[in-house]
């Protein structure tokens, strides 16, 4: 058995979601940092792994997974089946597949957009991506005003925090100031101190995120096939 293998990298928000879905679960893995200023993920040889060539991609003995929330699904249903990461109530688990969904689809989409995406490449900060990320946090200020919970799906740590957390995360690296969203920055700080283990996997990724935000990647040597490239200095 050659056990699982993670293609990540290591200030990936996604990949971070599911490192922390390792630890939580307690599953031993090698990981396979890609170098993404080289490009690795877009060769031909990483796309046998991920037609998307993008990171993160699983390899359970041969079986190859990409989408970090297909991935945190496959690893709960796999090796931690029952567990309170990912319920098997069928509401319950509605409201984790929900949050993953939002998540994908429009928080952590319009995070990437508005404060990852112009770290790396030549993008701007525009008044319109603020104005879609505010929209996104008050949609999860709302969820968790009304839930009343201290997780993002419920009373319990789920799946859906660790993708969730993963995306604050890079608010937190570029210094968005979290105070309007009262509900989502306490429900932030109560991950971090309930869970410190997890917490620890993802700070790293955090720090890393703040400084290359402070100090931009050069990756004028990277053709990247649909991302504009800042030229070099
Ligand atoms: N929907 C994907 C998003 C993955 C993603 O955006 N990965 C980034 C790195 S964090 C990537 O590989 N991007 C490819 C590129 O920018 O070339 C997931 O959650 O797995």
Known sequence: ????????????????????????LALEYTNVEVDFAAGEHLSDDFSKKNPQREIPCLDDNGFFLSESVAILQY???KYGPGHSLYPRDPQQRALVN?????NISTYYARIAEYAV???????????????????ALNVLNTI????????AAGEHMTLADLSLVAATMCLE??????TPWARVQRWYADFKQA?????????????????????PPDLSALRHPY???????
Request: charged share 25%.
């Open 1 to 24: 058995m050659a056990g699982l293998k993670l293609y990540s990298v290591s200030d990936s928000p996604p990949s971070t979601a599911v490192k922390m879905a390792l630890e939580a």
């Open 75 to 77: 690893l709960a249903d």
């Open 98 to 102: 929900h949050r993953l969904a939002f």
């Open 117 to 135: 995406a112009p770290i790396f490449f030549d993008y701007k900060r525009t008044p319109e991506g603020l104005n879609k990320l505010k929209i």
């Open 144 to 151: 968790l005003e009304r839930q009343g919970t201290k997780f």
């Open 173 to 178: 690296a570029v210094e968005f100031d979290l």
């Open 195 to 215: 869970a410190p283990r997890l917490w620890a996997v993802a700070e790293p990724a955090m720090l890393e995120l703040r400084a290359f935000s402070n100090s």
């Open 227 to 233: 991302h504009p490239v800042r030229a070099s200095k």
